[in-house]
């Protein structure tokens, strides 16, 4: 009698292993392009001054080339979320990591803001692309009792890129001017698409699901555990449901509808929240007769929070559940954020409000990309995740603007962060929301229709 053929599930052999060296190295170069994301994003703030005195441009119209980049950002995660479904996430964060790291180079040569502005459009689109796919690359290979916690240390290099902008920005610019900042910003992306293309693999769920060659499928879950790998003989099985036809189309279906809602309303009304405060406070501390070092060191606090915030709510919420975790860390924002727009405080205790701002701001956006994450199946993770950031991207174009009128408006600073708050409690409300409906010690993805198990070639 021929022998029995092991029949593997890969998301059960993946959550019964430990975090390993294969998991950390998938993160780590899923750090490294959001960091670039970061940086890019967060440096056009630390560089508007000067590109304004270079191009004659009136601070009415700082918004727009903020937003452009923003712009291009939704369109992309938009977009070429739901083709890394169909051709796979490692593809897409190498095509993703060429376009903003050549089109930044580009915006560091334009020679006015017309320029700027459709260079700025086209990196975003790109960056755009990069992040949906880094996050569910890294939710893919990691076991469930641990992912939001890897996914959160994963994102904490979108925050040290975005704390590295104003760092660079305020040692560079002085002496090199503001293109030197981009012109880093565009080599950096493109040195690091060799690592990307020698050592990021493809996710295994997603080559189980598309069917892939058995021995590809076979040699990455090797990789995972070397010193136990399954016998030569196994095949490789994951119980999901296929998406056929757009990945898109599914996310309303198969009882993800309020989720998928509520995971844009938290998105859209966090994304607001975070740029505005983290684009305008730079301006408002500027303006408070700091030095401008002071001011940039206090500014980037704000991101350092959200950096602490993903090393302890990750945990936090692998233990008790994002729903019964981010309405607190929501509500601590409004507060904080809140007293932020007091501008009387001592220079120590703005730092201090600032930090504790980002810690719940970008900490609450962060637990946000886990939740989707966890949230979606391997069939539309990246269309999930890329059209919550999406939808959350129009949130961070809105915010900016939103900042810019009513400076124009010249109301008082209180104002304008009360404005940044309220979106805060919106978010708080949409997670309650997916708490009431799919359960508050952990929300995963719900019960898909019933389908064979996909099976690799």
Known sequence: MADAVPLIDVPT?????????????VAALCALT???DGFDTQSIAFMLKSIATEFSIPPSHFGPIISAGLVGLAI??????????????????????AIFGLFTLLAAQAANETALIAFRFLAGVGLGGAMPNAIALT?????????????????????FGAAAAGSLAAAIIPHYGWRAVWYIGGILPLALLPLLYFWLP?????????????EKVAELIRQLDPANAP????????????????????????????GTICLWIMFFMNLLALFLVQNWVPIIIGNSGISQTTAVQTAALFQWGGTLAALVTGVMIDKFGGSRVMPFLYALGCVFVLTLGQTSMSVPWLMVITFASGFCVVGGQNSANAFAAIFYPTAMRSSG???????????????????GFL????????????????PLACAAIAVIVMGSTYGWSRVSEPAAEAAPPRQAA
């Open 76 to 97: 992309g995660a938009l977009v070429l979320g739901p083709v890394a479904d169909k051709i796979g996430r490692r593809t897409v964060v190498m095509i993703s990591t």
């Open 139 to 159: 939710a893919e290979y990691c076991p469930e009792r641990r992912r939001a916690t890897l996914v959160m240390i994963m994102f904490t290099g979108f925050s």
């Open 385 to 403: 995740v890329g059209w919550c950031l999406g939808i959350g991207r129009l949130g961070a174009i809105i915010g900016p603007l939103i900042g």
């Open 13 to 25: 052999y993946i959550d019964s292993r430990k975090v390993g060296a294969f998991q950390y190295r």
């Open 202 to 214: 493809e996710s295994v769920r997603f080559l189980v699901v598309v069917r892939s060659a058995r």
């Open 231 to 258: 016998a030569a003989n196994a095949r490789f099985v994951i119980s999901e449901t296929a998406a056929p036809g757009v990945p898109v189309k599914h996310l309303l279906r198969g009882g993800r509808a309020v």
């Open 407 to 422: 400076f124009s408006l010249h109301w008082p600073n209180s104002w304008v962060f009360a404005m940044g708050a309220i």
């Open 34 to 36: 959001v960091f670039l």
